[in-house]
């Protein structure tokens, strides 16, 4: 009999059915949901206008290929420069972040003419070949993804990207906040001096914004805190409220031609559905400004709480690092307080509510994360 690649560590809960912030598994058991499985559900699960679009899309056609008019990608595009900030910006369609990043370091090598690429350390930008090669994980990288190309320099060292970023590479990519480093914050020096450099010498800077961008910090994306201007920018998680689908958006400077990118399934009809169906929702109920109220708010509690080492993040991207394994911190709160957190790293406790969470359900969890932080601290 056939069974799964063993690939992940699961927990023996099994969700069957969702609404807003909140899960039900198969025994009927409520559980408040603040990790949106990894920042995906950005409108929360089930939205009535979410599963309306997606509804009669599927009633209507479902799939056809790129060679013919699907004017919901046009639709689809219109919406995130307006709401982004990046009307002048054309989208490129996908399937995930991996795949965004993949054809951002493509661009980018396609425009200068240049291979070589700056990361930086703790980054993640995925598992395929030319995003796992800038991704900070050896553990991760097989034999047949070539690193040769890639150097990695300090994560928010303005002096060492300065120094470090020459005239022969094609690209810098950064997140904005490093979500599986540990929600590390970009400092706006250190993103201005990429900006900087990359002008100087004509590498390509993209910001990879597929956990931190989509309104998660409270701005569109997290770079605007910082007033600068990428020239790539990859998307995904947020962007399809758990409909997969991905995105580059691509600064004026780049010249399209046929053949330069290409893909199947990226801009289907249901991905654009999904994908318009947020941006309205995002739109129509504020959650960009939700996104910093509840950051806010959850932060405050927190530091209220305290017993962390140090509290990182921005809006609802919000990383709590303790001096001791959070293992079991994280599981009491999802057994016992039934509340699904994440982790970065091994003594970091992450939080990726949806964007329209409320206090009800902050509430739960910082009652819950003071009940526990005082049993083990005391």
Known sequence: MSHLFDVY???????????????????????????????VISVGHCHP??????????????????SVQISKQEELAEKLGALSGYPDYRLFLCNSGAEANENALKLASFHTGRKKVV????????????????????????PVN???????LPFNDVEAALAGITD??????VEGIQGVGGIQVS??????????????TGAVLILDSVQCGYGRTGKFFSHQFSGIHPDLMTMAKGMGNGFPIGGVLISPQFKASYGLLGTTFGGNHLACAAGVAVLDI??????????????????????????YKELRGRGLMIGIEYDFPVKELRNKLLFEHKLFTGVAGAHTIRLLPSLAVGTEEADAFLQALETEIHVLTK
């Open 9 to 39: 560590p699961l927990y023996d809960i099994e969700p069957v059915k969702a609404r807003g912030s909140y899960l039900w598994d198969q025994h009927g058991t409520k559980y408040t949901d603040l990790y949106g499985g990894h920042a």
């Open 49 to 66: 206008a979410y599963v309306d679009a997606l509804t009669k899309q599927l009633h209507a056609i479902s799939f056809y290929s790129n």
């Open 119 to 142: 990361a930086f350390t703790r980054a993640f930008h995925g598992r395929t070949a030319g995003a796992v090669a800038v991704t900070d994980n050896p553990s991760i990288v097989a």
């Open 146 to 152: 070539d690193t040769s190309h890639v150097t990695f």
């Open 168 to 173: 022969e590479h094609c690209a810098v990519i």
């Open 187 to 200: 400092s706006d020096a250190f993103l201005q001096a990429l900006r900087t450099r990359c002008d100087e």
């Open 282 to 307: 995002m739109k129509e109920e504020n959650l960009l400004e939700n996104a910093t109220r509840m950051g806010d708010y959850l932060m405050e509690g927190i530091r209220q709480i305290g017993g």
